[in-house]
């Protein structure tokens, strides 16, 4: 199960913080910024790679608050700025756009729970209802943001709400089958649970230690297949700006469909139960 976390596809504030730090490239980070550039709007460069290994992942779209919505006393704060800072609109057209892209070419666009909304039914719905207008269609599942979840009440909002599944309990910084190899059924009926195998957060840098990311993902792959194991992989667009991370990624999703023997389901599954997103053969 491939899935993408879409949390900031713009870069914004990063380009000044980067100029900062990295003195010896601070034009580069500094001219990221222009709007000709975009170097974290990687939707066409995902969908191409899929298209053609033949596979569809999952998109799971966020309706954060900005950080001047927040109250005055935060607006300086670190923490503050890591959770709000940066964020996109429902109603950019460019976005809107791109997720009736996703949609109508047969990747799954679900919803990307805000930070405050594991425990928060009220707000799950409005943020569900934000997606689901502009794809014009029910989205059955998703994954919270930052892995923020309160278990089991984020999990009986979502079932409350009409989604089928929730995919967000995992770590960003350990991969493994660390909650089994399969998915979870919490309330012994249809809402699952895919527990995450690995984000990108979790591997080597690619851009450092290549062999070595591509490595560990070849053997949770391996170790999937020997097990039978429902695996799930995170990667955010926005970490695919580089050649290598792509490059990762890529070798990660052609290595799954080519075990398509136990990775096997539909992009977009139509069914009365559920409709779940796969790296594996359509149908």
Request: hydrophobic content about 35%; aromatic content about 10%; glycine content about 8%.
């Amino acid at each position: 199960m491939l899935t993408h976390d879409v949390d900031r596809p713009y870069k914004t504030y990063q380009a000044p913080y980067y100029a900062l730090r990295d003195t010896e490239n601070w034009l580069h980070h500094l001219t990221s910024m222009l709007p000709s550039r975009e170097p974290y709007w990687q939707f066409e460069t995902v969908m191409r790679l899929e298209e053609s290994l033949g596979v569809r992942s999952a998109f799971y779209f966020l309706s954060e608050q900005r950080l001047w919505e927040r109250p005055a006393r935060e607006w300086l704060s670190p923490r503050a700025w890591r959770l709000y800072a940066g964020r996109y609109s429902l109603s950019d057209a460019a976005i809107r756009e791109v997720v009736n892209d996703l949609d109508d070419g047969g990747w799954e666009v679900g919803l990307h729970g805000s930070y405050n909304s594991p425990d928060d039914r009220d707000r799950l719905e409005r943020e569900l209802t934000a997606i689901e207008d502009v794809l014009d269609d029910d989205v059955v599942g998703g994954r919270q943001h930052y892995l923020h979840l309160s278990v089991p009440e984020t999990w009986r909002h979502y079932r409350a709400l009409g989604l089928r599944y929730d995919a967000s309990l995992g770590s960003s910084m350990v991969a493994g089958f660390t909650h089994g190899y399969g998915l979870k059924r919490p309330f012994d009926d249809e809402f699952v649970v895919f527990p995450l195998t690995v984000m990108e957060n979790a591997l080597p840098d690619p851009g450092e230690q290549f062999d070595e990311a591509l490595a560990t993902c070849e053997n949770l792959l391996e170790e999937a297949e020997q097990n039978g194991a429902v695996m799930s992989v995170l990667w955010h667009p926005e970490c695919s700006a580089s050649t290598t991370s792509r490059g990762t990624a890529g070798s990660t999703a052609g290595s799954s469909k080519r075990r398509s023997n136990w990775a096997r389901g539909s992009a977009r599954q139509q069914s009365s139960t559920r409709r779940l997103s796969w790296t594996g053969p359509r149908g």
